[in-house]
């Protein structure tokens, strides 16, 4: 092999973490931004990455084909953001609901396999209702949402390092052949130490003992996210969702984890009267 083709070699994984990098901070400064601003411009940015995150299903799942299911999708995504963001959660979820049978029915009078159009209405739009309710109803709201950006962030990073590092045995490698039982606990320990580190930051007054496993949790249940999403995409024989994101793929690769994670810390709030990081919370 020729030093110039060595050469390039070695520079290809400069260049993809250079991608990763840039991608993720145009993408993470707008979050913390709008997370911060609230109102219909949160909802806005969320309604964005929902409609890239419909047109990515409907191309893993039925190949970019004109149907009506794609149509109704983008419609439950709009009745959603405005119900949710109105304060309207049971309509919110009554029509996430409703739209999972409609798009069913739909699909198969259309000769297509209606399960992926049904799931899909709740695979998508359940999160987005979720994080939309996380930053309106939830005491401290901003300080919930940008917790679970945090968590989710740093347990994806330190998922992506400790398992390119360390490597070891495949944690389910018929799903995702690059992932790793150490990547899987380096999720959790960044989860971790960020769960407590953001918690104090952002006025969490639960002990360390709480926050620190709370974050753990999450990261670990964002793991379980990504690797629910690989599943999907082996069953259609897709290495990426899309490539909208340079170096990183699709949007559905980019908040796999947070989708999950998203629907696990709304649970934890709504069995809380929206007290999330136990800002009540008596020692």
């Not at 991608?19 to 219909?40: D, E, N, Q």
């Not at 790793?180 to 104090?200: D, K």
């Amino acid at each position: 092999m020729s030093d110039l083709s060595t050469r390039s070699l070695q520079l290809q994984p400069s260049r993809s973490w250079l991608l990763r990098v840039i991608s993720s901070i145009a993408l993470g400064v707008p979050a913390v931004l709008f997370t911060l601003w609230g109102g219909w411009i949160f909802a806005f940015w969320v309604g964005l990455f929902g409609a890239l995150m419909i047109y990515e299903w409907d191309v893993i799942a039925y190949g970019g084909r004109r149907h009506s299911v794609y149509a109704l999708h983008l419609a439950g995504l709009m009745a959603v953001l405005v119900l949710a963001g109105s304060g309207e959660n049971l309509l919110s979820l009554l029509t996430i609901a409703a739209m999972a049978v409609i798009s069913y029915l739909a699909a198969a009078r259309e000769g297509l396999d209606g399960r992926w159009a049904g799931l899909a209405a709740l695979y998508l739009l359940l999160p987005i209702h979720c994080l939309i309710w996380l930053r309106h109803l939830t005491l401290e709201p901003v300080a919930v949402v940008l917790w679970l950006l945090a968590v989710v962030w740093t347990s994806d990073i330190a998922a992506f390092a400790v398992g390119k590092t360390v490597g070891g045995p495949r944690l389910a490698p018929l799903l995702s052949p690059n992932k790793t039982w150490a990547g899987f606990a380096g999720a959790a320990a960044g989860g971790f130490v960020i769960g407590i580190a953001m918690g104090l930051l952002l006025g969490g007054r639960a002990a360390p003992l709480v926050l620190g496993p709370l974050g753990a949790v999450l990261a670990v249940i964002g793991q379980l996210g990504d690797l629910t999403e690989s599943a999907f995409k082996r069953r259609f024989g897709v290495k990426d969702s899309s490539s909208l994101i340079p170096g990183q793929g699709g949007v559905l690769d980019r908040v796999d984890s947070l989708m999950f994670a998203t629907l696990a810390l709304a649970g934890l709030a709504l069995v809380r009267g929206g007290d999330v990081l136990f800002l009540g919370f008596q020692l």
